[in-house]
């Protein structure tokens, strides 16, 4: 796979090569009655070229919340606090909204979840591609336009010809996720792409090309990614590097080798373990007790430890634990465990 | 036509050449021309469940696995066909013999917030259907609502909350309460867990599992997630289409699977281990129209398989070699041995 993916992998290790992508400090709340809540805290993430990032968890744990703050696509009453979101040497935060606008779509673009709500259904996909086109490709002149978009389809598997007077509702969902993925990539500029649970509203057989294609446009253009998602196989087949998150904070920073042989934070190594094996074995499935702490909860030490397997005793109760080095690749743990050398045991005790 | 099967007379739940189309599209014009198009939906299923046993029904959007599930409990009316219980048909019960038979077979929703009314109360979401059957006074259908309650799972002080005041796991378990009000026998769960966490899913199919046995329930699980399916079944049926391409034991489909449309789907699942990466080309294509669907075997469009006689002919159901069945005219069927275990299907 990518030789991006065993040497340092973080923001502190030395980069071989610069990031593409650098952010550190990210903080977001929303308004909830009156009064903000925090949705991300502490949040950083650093992409390089050709790396595909992913960024995991659950519900309520503020991933897509991170990945809408990086964009720029929060509005008031949301606030987001950063101390630098960069994107190839340039900080986001200062640009007038008429750069971002340029910036969003042009060097750094998104494709979401359903892609069926992203396209406006009054509009054909031509016009539609058309526009994007206007806004970021002045290289080329308004005839060359659906000429350019047939070439763009044709490189995520569709066969655009007499297709672009059609409406997004003519399209099955499938294809309509890899026009989405055109659309994103219409840019020559583009160098991130941040990708929203882009599977998950789709069939396994659609799915897995879907991947695929995303890894050839990868391979091909050495796009970096940040892959947003909460199902751990879709990190498996994809990612170099994965941003576990829980409760809007990191916990877990590591290589996805590391990450899925020796998990480093309890949470993580309890959320592979309640992932059923197929083929099954016929044992009883691990279950996570508990459940997610609200937003506005007032916890004072570490927020997993009441669902913790692994607790140490009262500190994860009082102290909230950094996210802490592990190793020299740049890895890191939110865990007292980290810094007091004890191993992550592995669970053994079912709970249900 | 389906042949009486040697099972059918102890499958609690026996279903025979089901068919479930629906009109869709065009005005009343196109409707007197007769130019109204039909989406076959289910398309001849054939299947028995037999009691205490969990069959799951696996299979993409579209594939009728969601239909064949309403279907069965007449919640979507059967164009053609029977479903029959311990015996019983269903599929001619009038609407009042019905209502009463409801309470022998029972249904779990996929989306917990939508499938339940916002402004009830716990207590009154699973009482409701003991209201409806008319069982019990006010204080015992309370008594047994607190019963089942603690049956899946969930402290009595949840009776008097409302739906959003509960996590999306917690309301999950207030559907299975409910589903379970009545005492059913049979339960079909559509999707239950897709809707969940994974630290949450774990739970929920543990707490079906558990009931399953506690209970002695028959289950008819239609999932997408392989894993789950994995966990829970006893028997898999694959879908494609309106019409089961493949079923057997749960052991015969994973082992060996058969029709070509259950290898892609095994193949194509991502596996939550890094180093099993795919390297393997992707199957091809969609999954074509329930409308406009391709003649001859509906796979065959994306069939690395797909020989001449495909394209006229859809294969008929039968066993092949490791003993569940398939329907693939480029798989060598296998003679049926004497006392045959496998699952009673016939020609769809």
């Not at chain 2, 015996?87 to 019960?93: A, F, N, P």
């Not at chain 2, 917030?113 to 309370?142: C, M, T």
């Not at chain 2, 049979?186 to 009931?211: C, G, I």
Request: aromatic share 4%; with cysteine; hydrophobic share 40%.
């Amino acid at each position: 796979m990518s030789t991006t993916t065993t040497d340092g992998a973080t923001a502190d290790a030395a980069p071989a090569v610069p990031e593409v992508l650098r952010v550190t400090g990210l903080q977001t709340s929303y308004q909830f009655r009156g009064t903000p809540v925090p949705a991300v805290q502490e949040f950083s993430l650093s992409v390089r070229p050709g790396e595909i990032v992913g960024l995991v968890g659950e519900s309520g744990s503020g991933k897509s919340t991170a990945l809408k703050s990086i964009l720029g696509m929060l509005r008031p009453p949301a606030e987001v606090v950063a101390d630098e979101i960069v994107l190839d040497g340039r900080d986001l935060r200062g640009l007038s909204a008429d750069e971002a606008r340029r910036v969003r779509g042009g060097e750094m673009s998104m494709i979401f979840q359903d892609p069926i709500n992203s396209f406006n259904p009054a509009w054909t996909i031509g016009s539609q591609f058309r526009r994007v086109l206007a806004l970021h490709r002045p290289d080329l002149r308004r005839k060359e336009y659906d000429a350019e978009i047939i070439r763009l389809l044709r490189g995520v598997g569709i066969d655009g010809n007499g297709k672009l007077d059609s409406y997004p509702f003519q399209f099955s969902q499938g294809q309509l996720q890899r026009i989405m993925i055109a659309v994103a990539c219409a840019s020559k500029d583009l160098k991130v792409l941040l990708a929203d649970e882009p599977t998950t509203s789709l069939d396994v057989t659609i799915e897995a090309q879907v991947l695929d294609l995303l890894r050839t446009l990868r391979a091909e253009r050495g796009l970096a990614m940040v892959l947003v998602t909460h199902d751990l196989s879709v990190v498996a087949e994809m990612c170099d590097k994965v941003v576990v998150m829980y409760a809007g904070r990191i916990v877990e920073v590591a290589d996805v080798f590391d990450l899925f042989e020796r998990p480093q934070h309890p949470y993580t190594a309890q959320l592979l373990r309640a992932i059923p094996g197929f083929p099954h074995d016929g044992e009883r499935l691990y279950a996570m007790r508990g459940a997610v702490p609200g937003l506005d909860a007032q916890i004072r030490g570490c927020r997993f430890a009441d669902r913790c397997d692994a607790k140490l005793g009262s500190i994860c109760d009082t102290q909230a634990p950094d996210l802490y080095p592990v190793g020299d690749q740049g890895a890191r743990a939110a865990c007292h465990r980290v810094v007091t050398d004890l191993p992550t045991p592995t669970v053994q005790e079912t709970s249900r | 036509m389906s042949t009486p099967a040697p099972d059918a007379a102890t499958a609690l739940v026996s279903v025979r050449d089901l068919k479930t189309h629906f009109p869709v599209g065009g005005g009343l014009l196109a409707k007197a021309r007769g130019k109204q198009q039909i989406v076959h939906a289910l398309d001849g299923v054939t299947v028995d469940i037999m009691p205490r046993e969990t069959l799951a029904v696996i299979g993409e959007s579209g594939s009728g696995k969601s239909t064949m599930g309403r279907s069965i409990l007449r919640l979507e009316e059967p164009t053609s066909g029977s479903v029959s219980f311990r015996g019983k048909d269903v599929t001619s019960l009038s609407r009042e013999d019905l209502r009463r038979q409801r309470q022998h077979m029972q249904m779990v929703f996929q989306n917990p917030y939508s499938s339940v009314n916002r402004r009830n109360r716990l207590v009154d979401i699973i009482s409701e259907p003991l209201r409806v059957h008319g069982v019990g006074d006010a204080a015992s259908r309370r008594a047994r609502s607190v019963e089942l309650l603690e049956l899946v799972g969930l402290n009595p002080d949840f009776l008097h909350r409302y739906p959003h005041e509960v996590s999306g796991g917690q309301l999950q378990r207030v559907g299975i309460a409910r589903a379970l009000a009545t005492g059913p026998e049979f339960l079909v769960a559509d999707e239950p867990t897709a809707s969940l966490d994974v630290s949450v899913r774990a739970q929920v199919m543990n707490l079906l599992k558990d009931l399953k046995e506690e209970l002695g329930l028959t289950l008819m699980f239609i999932s997408h997630d392989l894993a789950v399916v994995s966990y829970i079944a006893d028997h898999v049926a694959v879908m494609y289409l309106g019409r089961i391409v493949e079923v057997g034991t749960r052991q015969q489909l994973e082992s060996e699977p058969q029709h070509p449309y259950t290898r892609a789907l095994f193949a194509a699942a991502p596996k939550p281990d890094p180093r099993q990466r795919k390297t393997e080309p992707v199957p091809l294509g969609e999954v074509p129209s329930a409308i406009d669907r391709p003649a001859g075997c509906h796979y065959r469009p994306r069939c690395p398989l797909a020989m001449d006689i495909c394209e006229v002919e859809y294969p008929r159901l039968e066993q092949k070699a490791h003993g569940q069945q398939a329907a693939c005219h480029a798989v060598p069927s296998a003679p049926l041995p004497a006392g045959a275990t496998a699952l009673p299907l016939t020609t769809a």
